[in-house]
């Protein structure tokens, strides 16, 4: 299958940083990637839709300025959460699409203190 | 109510049980229907995709599809303590590029 990979694989920041999370499509070309959010004992909860070369789409209660989204190549895509708090610690995982299946990072954990 | 339903476990077995793993939802319009494995801490995994009522095999894993229940089932055979993992039902309402909606997940644990 299809190989996802993201770093950093863990952060830890103060409250109020901004963090950068890079997710890599290593053997496919991905025009869309997906950034989902996962709390302890939950499930996946999907974010934003990255299309490279525009915009992202935001699911609705997403802050599209808190979660910066850029999907500047068919490899690369980012997520920032920015002005970082406590409540934002979480499991982020992205995807890309290959041949209509979704192929998952092996996600980063963010920590806010 | 949620789209998907799944119940979340966690869920203990001896090895070498046939696991039940299970998933209803209510959007009809729901057309592919896939499995992830997750195991902790670590991104989703696909074990099965369909896309047709009706069951698809690969090795000890078995998926069944029953879109006029809207219900899903994984079966695992000859259940191994590697399977212990997390298991997310998902679907979505058209092949490709779409975004997928995930059921919750449930936790299972394979004795030795």
């Known amino acids: 299958g299809a190989v996802v990979s993201q770093h950093p694989s863990w952060v830890i920041c103060k409250s109020g940083t901004s963090v950068k999370i890079e997710c890599r499509s290593l053997d496919f070309q991905a025009t869309t990637m997906f950034w989902y959010r996962q709390f302890p004992k939950q499930s996946l909860m999907l974010m934003a839709t990255?299309?490279?070369?525009?915009?992202?789409?935001?699911e609705q209660g997403v802050e599209k300025d808190k979660f910066l989204i850029n999907h500047a190549s068919l490899t690369l895509s980012t997520l920032t959460v920015t002005s970082a708090h406590p409540e934002d610690s979480s499991f982020y995982i992205c995807s890309g699409v290959s041949t209509d299946t979704q192929y998952f990072g092996p996600g980063t954990r963010l920590t806010v203190l | 109510q949620k789209e998907v339903e799944q119940d979340p476990g966690p869920l203990s077995v001896p090895e070498g049980a046939i696991v039940s793993l299970n998933c209803t939802y209510s959007?009809?319009?729901?057309?592919?229907f896939m499995w992830y494995r997750q195991y902790s801490r670590k991104g989703p995994e696909l074990l099965m995709y369909t896309y047709s009522s009706g069951n698809k095999e690969d090795g000890r894993f078995t998926a069944q599809v029953d879109k006029s229940s809207k219900y899903i089932s994984l079966f695992i055979r000859d259940s191994q303590p590697s399977d212990s993992a997390t298991y997310l039902c998902?679907?979505?309402?058209?092949?490709?590029?779409?975004?997928?909606?995930f059921g919750q997940g449930t936790r299972l644990t394979i004795n030795p």
């Open positions: 990255s299309n490279e070369g525009s915009k992202a789409t935001y």
């Open positions: 998902a679907m979505t309402l058209i092949q490709g590029a779409q975004k997928l909606v």
């Open positions: 959007n009809s319009a729901f057309q592919y």
